[in-house]
């Protein structure tokens, strides 16, 4: 398998109030989100971030994306370098998240035809995606209403639209049915299963056990901001379940740091 995506040593630290330090039982004005995190990832393979919360993962994605830059550490993502060459490695990724608001004041037709702009799509390969992923998700009949006006789940599936507008080669996905009904969270669960069918390459981070062991090539646990494990699934389960095998890392992890 072709590596698509070569993390090495990501490392990000932020700072804190004393409010956030008292609250935290910290002794020190920073917190280290993600420490010296490396991990690969292949061409066509689905790899899962699992971790509790506050343990990195979101920072980490975040990093992959060129949101935030990493204080130290590099990602090669499809051959290009997310601190030298961020826009060639935006080109290449979609990427969404829980937290991704749409601007209310518009509605997913405007925005679908923004982002195909902003990507440089000609406007039949934009009509065509865009009547390819409205119709998979029930858009269309939504298709002109204010996003202010649009159900949450809704909102996430015209989220889920816009991110991959451009039939990116990569896609990140943090947290992706986070808050969602089970029906929205079913919509987009299916289309994680067809995007590896596709041969599509995805990084996803998510709480959901199952949908982990099931669909994902390779995992890495993240725990404290530290990459603890990091293999295939079927290494990492044996012949457990990746809820109890987890647990299992989690307790002795955070036993070794007290």
Excluded: W
Aim: overall charge neutral; some cysteine.
């Amino acid at each position: 398998m072709n590596e698509i995506l070569d993390v090495k040593g990501l490392t990000k630290t932020f700072k804190v109030s004393k409010k956030q330090q008292k609250l935290r039982n910290l002794n020190k004005a920073q917190i280290t989100a993600a420490d010296s995190v490396s991990f690969k990832s292949y061409e066509g393979e689905v790899f899962g971030l699992l971790g509790p919360n506050g343990a990195g993962k979101t920072t980490v994605m975040r990093m992959l994306a060129t949101l935030i830059n990493p204080d130290s550490g590099e990602a090669i993502v499809n051959g290009f370098s997310i601190t030298k060459s961020p826009q060639q490695v935006r080109q290449t990724i979609g990427f969404l998240t829980n937290e991704l608001k749409l601007d209310d004041f518009f509605t997913p037709n405007y925005l679908f035809d923004f982002f195909a702009n902003l990507h440089g799509m000609d406007a039949a390969r934009a009509a065509a995606r865009k009547a390819d992923l409205f119709s998979r998700f029930g858009i269309d009949e939504f298709a002109e209403v204010k996003v202010a006006n649009l159900s949450q789940g809704m909102k996430q599936k015209a989220s889920l639209a816009i991110s991959i507008v451009h039939d990116p080669k990569i896609i990140i996905f943090d947290e992706p049915t986070n808050g969602l009904d089970v029906i929205t969270a079913k919509v987009v669960t299916d289309f994680l299963i067809d995007l590896k069918k596709q041969g599509k390459s995805v990084i996803l981070s998510t709480h959901i056990f199952d949908l982990l062991e099931n669909l994902c090539d390779r995992i890495g646990i993240i725990i404290n901001g530290k990459m603890v494990v990091c293999d295939t699934t079927a290494a990492i389960i044996g012949e457990s379940t990746l809820d109890a095998v987890f647990f299992d890392i989690y307790a002795r992890t955070t036993k070794e740091v007290v």
